[in-house]
């Protein structure tokens, strides 16, 4: 129950609210009314755009999938899945998600979290200890232009917390020129068959990019997190998924590699000339490592992660089982970086105008500074990859789409692309 004294602290704030809303509705293209529905003859024209990327060569095939009232409401593939053996793309080819990857490592530290193996407020040091002498590392410009970097003790340390919103200041070495992302790039991170216990050491070695909490910064946050979730449980990353999440959700070709040979053959990859994913390590899943990269080294299909959307779309629950109690599902999916966080955001802020960031998960808060604002509804939930992978959750609409792809330099003015054109066929 809210205090009369609370209500009328919050109260400007919602009148506020509601006249963003208001006007972004009269703009028409975002915060549609609930129970909106789809019109099949404008939805076409998703079909009309992919067809016409795989004609023109752009893509090599994507598969979409659209669910509402959980139903599909759009449900189809185009191209192929390899352009080399033009094997069509299906419910069962496998993609490899990157930064999807996140998505799902983050549920199941929240499943360990409702268990009370794992404290938002705990420090990174208390479970891995090298990470007690971690700096950060401040530039300094001297007078000639030139650049150094000083190493400072933290405010404070990284907690559970900052590795799960992505503020913890642990840095990737592929994106900006800062010295500390240069630092990363010059550690060789990726040397060698590692496991996710010496990965975690490497990275306590490397300065943090900024003070704990201050900037959302995209990194191997995750990767911590999940060398921390394996010390909790004592079990490997996998096992941890598998019985969380994976294998009760009926998630069969969810994994970080894909040995057998016969399921290689439903790998999809990208166009040959569009192999490079930017992402600092070529990731091939045909081959085992020691290495579960919770941050971005999963593979999946439309059947599987299908499955993971419902389930959060439903708040946490499928088909009768529930993976994350109420109040795990309404903290991983309440923005951690918003107004009074405390928490900066800079060029590389990738949840985007308009969105904060849950545990895990970008937010949708406001319709942000774009006229007219992108479609979508208030408290959307979506994260995508570095290979085109994107997946949107809207609870107001009762709604989710999935698109799977192997895209990576195509990858958003497409994933804008499909956004809208599913907007644009809802109708009231």
């Known amino acids: 129950m ?31 009314p609930a129970g909106a529905h789809f019109n099949m003859e404008k939805l076409a024209k998703v079909g009309e755009f992919f067809n016409n990327e795989v004609a023109t060569g752009k893509i090599p095939g994507a598969i979409v999938l659209i669910r509402q009232h959980g139903k599909p409401v759009y449900h189809q593939s185009f191209g192929v899945q390899d352009v080399e053996s033009k094997a ?6 496998i993609f490899r998600l990157f930064s999807m990857t996140k998505a799902i490592t983050s549920v199941a530290a929240m499943t360990l979290l409702d268990e009370g193996k794992l404290k938002l407020d705990g420090p990174v040091s208390k479970y891995i200890p090298s990470f007690t002498n971690v700096k950060v590392g401040i530039e300094k410009k001297a007078d000639d232009g030139t650049k150094t970097l000083e190493l400072v003790p933290p405010n404070r340390p990284p907690t559970v917390l900052d590795l799960m919103r992505h503020t913890s200041g642990i840095t990737y070495g592929f994106y900006g ?100 994913f930017r992402v600092g390590r070529e990731n091939r899943p045909e081959i085992a490592k020691k290495w579960e990269s919770a941050s ?76 007219p604002p992108p479609p979508g509804s208030l408290g959307e939930l979506k994260w995508d990859g570095a290979s085109g992978c994107y997946f949107v959750i809207d609870r107001k609409q ?15 003015r497409i994933q804008r692309t499909l956004k809208q054109l599913i907007y644009e066929a809802m109708e009231n």
């Open 177 to 276: 020129d800062s010295l500390v992302r240069k630092a990363y790039a010059a550690a060789n991170l990726y040397a060698g068959d590692f496991d996710l216990a010496e990965f975690a050491e490497r990275i306590a070695k490397l300065p943090l990019h900024n003070q704990p909490g201050a900037l959302w910064q995209y990194g191997h946050s995750t990767d911590v997190l999940a060398r921390i979730m394996e010390i909790v449980s004592g079990k490997s990353l996998l096992e941890i998924e598998k019985e969380k999440l994976l294998d009760p959700l009926g998630m069969n070709d969810t994994r970080f590699f894909v040995t057998d040979p016969e399921k290689q053959k439903l790998l999809a990859q990208p166009m040959p000339n569009d192999s490079d």
């Open 88 to 93: 069509p793309i299906t419910d069962r080819t």
């Open 296 to 371: 971005g080294g999963m593979v999946s299909t439309m059947s599987d992660f299908s499955r993971f959307a419902q389930m959060l779309l439903d708040g946490g629950k499928f088909e009768g089982k529930t993976y994350l109690s109420p109040k795990a599902f309404e903290m991983m999916t309440t923005d951690h970086v918003g107004p009074g966080s405390g928490v900066e955001r800079d060029y590389f802020y990738f949840p985007g105008d308009g969105f904060g960031f849950g545990l895990g998960l970008a937010v949708r808060t406001d319709p942000g500074n774009a006229k």
């Open 398 to 412: 009762d709604m989710f789409f999935v698109l799977l792809e192997q895209t990576p330099t195509q990858r958003q």
């Open 2 to 32: 809210i205090s009369g004294r609370l209500l009328r602290i919050l109260w400007p704030c919602v009148v506020l609210a509601v006249m963003v809303a208001q006007s972004a509705r009269a703009e028409g293209t975002f915060d549609i």
